[in-house]
């Protein structure tokens, strides 16, 4: 893929659109202008991406199409998740981990809103939630927890298996965002025992505006739509579907299951390179999160003494990142998934996060590299002569 500057390090915030992904969805920009719902030629012609779409879908998490509820995204299947338990249950208690997705955290704070009650299960130094403490927050009025798959901020990797059987034994319902994971590495949420799993098509090399919620079949009729309409999907979602989003969204989980194990091993070396390449070029960085257990696609590091901020603000004609998440960028205040690991709000401030994946190359990785160690150095230099 032609990439011009500045180098694109922000893959947890989007990835690009994989070619094929774009190939298949120009047809449905022109000739194939159907609604997937209607009875004739044009609309049985739309359908198909739509179907492909959950067809793909399912493949790469081990579920069947039937099973998939296709949405704008994964914010609107996290808010289907919670709100949409909040409205078929008897239970009042939902868990949601400290450091999930702000589209999690906000419908959960909407339902604190409504009278349910909303506790927080904390993450320990390395951002792995407490499991001990997850135990015991459970309770039997305890509706849905939701712990997502792995951090957008940080990466780490969740132990969604013993997640699961907590929630098993106790009737809990288990939702996972998996926005960052799906398409990265395998899940089964068969394997698994995932009730409801969100995921987004921009994350994974696919169109921006389409995602997907997975919702076990026996889980179906504990989930209530938050959109009423004309009855598409079955009455759990609304709405006409954009036939050119599906058949985006189909190619790029297609490819993302055929790939996997390519991606994955590249953005592992990517990943030692880069961090190679800046311990080599800085004495003193730290990886905030886990250094192992994280996705190999993201690496959130602390440069002591440095404003990240002002960092990337110099950087920015040749290198595009990130502090924090991307919904947080518009706020001043340190992250709050880094205050969460224990990081102190100078040590936040300090903090950088890289995302790399398909198209970045190990040539990239040293140039970025090279322009984060040069103007940390001088920005060292600039505050020790102040
Ligand atoms: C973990 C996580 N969840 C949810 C979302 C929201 O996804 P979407 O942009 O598809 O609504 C993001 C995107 O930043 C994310 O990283």
């Keep these: 893929m032609d990439r011009s500057a500045p180098i694109y390090l922000d893959y947890q915030a989007t990835t690009p659109l994989d070619p094929e992904a774009r190939a298949a969805m120009l047809p449905f920009l022109e000739e194939r202008f159907g609604n997937p719902h209607s009875e004739h030629v044009f609309g049985w012609e739309a359908a198909e991406p739509v179907d492909n779409a959950r067809r793909a879908v399912a493949e790469l998490i081990g ?17 289907l998740s919670l709100i949409g338990a909040a409205r078929r249950t008897e239970r009042r208690h939902f ?80 939702h996972t965002d998996a926005a960052q994971l799906a398409g990265k590495q395998p899940i089964d949420v068969a394997a698994l025992g995932i009730d409801l799993l969100s995921l987004s098509a921009h994350k994974i090399y696919g169109p921006k505006g389409i995602g997907a919620l997975y919702i076990a079949s026996n889980a179906r009729s504990q989930i209530a739509p938050i959109f009423y309409g004309g009855g598409q999907q079955d009455g759990m979602r609304a709405g006409t579907l954009a036939p050119m989003l599906c058949a985006g969204l189909a190619a790029a989980a297609e490819k993302a299951l055929t790939q996997q194990a390519v991606d994955e091993a590249h953005a592992k070396a990517l990943k030692t390179r880069l961090l190679n390449r800046l311990r080599e070029g800085l004495l003193d960085i730290q990886v905030n999160g886990s250094e192992g257990h994280s996705l190999s696609g993201c690496l959130n590091i602390c440069i002591p003494g440095i404003d990240a901020h002002g960092l990337l603000m110099m950087l920015q004609a040749e290198l595009a990142a990130s502090v924090g998440s991307a919904c947080n960028a518009g706020l001043i205040e340190p992250s709050y998934v880094l205050a969460a690991i224990g990081l102190s709000a100078d040590e936040a401030r300090a903090s950088l996060r890289l995302g790399f994946g398909r198209f970045t190359s190990f040539d990239e990785i040293d140039q970025a590299a090279a322009l984060i160690c040069e103007k940390a150095v001088r920005l060292s230099h600039t505050y020790a002569a102040e």
């Design 95 to 174: 868990l949601v981990s400290a450091i999930e997705h702000k589209s999690v955290l906000a419908p959960a704070a909407a339902l604190a809103e409504q009278g349910f009650e909303v506790e927080t299960i904390p993450v320990m130094s390395d951002g792995v939630i407490d499991l001990e403490c997850l135990a015991r927050l459970i309770r039997p009025d305890t509706a849905l927890v939701s712990v997502m798959a792995a951090n957008n901020e940080i990466g780490t990797l969740q132990p969604l298996a013993e997640v699961s059987g907590l929630c098993a034994d106790r009737g809990v319902l288990f």
């Design 63 to 79: 579920a069947s199409p039937g099973e998939i509820i296709l949405t704008g995204g994964a914010t609107e299947a996290n808010n």
